[in-house]
């Protein structure tokens, strides 16, 4: 057996081989929020979900895809701080390279 393989058949390093909706960017969005402490309160959390603040802002800045749990994160966030509904900069249908990451930073 394989040693990425667990007990239970999954392995870490798989990937969905579908297409799936990217969000491309959020500076649009951050641009709608009225409130600097809204705005302050979402930047802090998302360079935490992403790990740097370099990190942060090529996914801002659209350099980077947020994959539909990104996306579902931020949203999540948005809705703690009152901002509603607002929408990613720009969508695309692609596949999520992304290896989910566990707590330390490896699969």
């Known amino acids: 057996m394989p040693t990425v393989l667990k007990v239970d058949g999954t392995c870490d390093y798989f990937v969905s081989t579908e297409k799936q909706r990217m969000a491309r960017g959020f500076d649009r969005m951050f641009s709608q929020i009225n ?20 990190e942060y802002y090529r996914y801002k800045h659209g350099e980077r895809l947020l994959n539909p749990e990104q996306q579902q994160h931020i949203r999540h966030l948005l809705d703690q701080c009152g901002s509603g509904h607002l929408d990613f900069d720009h969508y695309e249908n692609n596949y999520d390279f992304n290896i989910p990451q566990n707590g330390n930073g490896r699969p």
């Open 35 to 54: 409130s600097r402490d809204a705005r302050a309160y979402l930047r802090v959390n998302i360079t935490e979900l992403f790990g740097s603040k370099g």
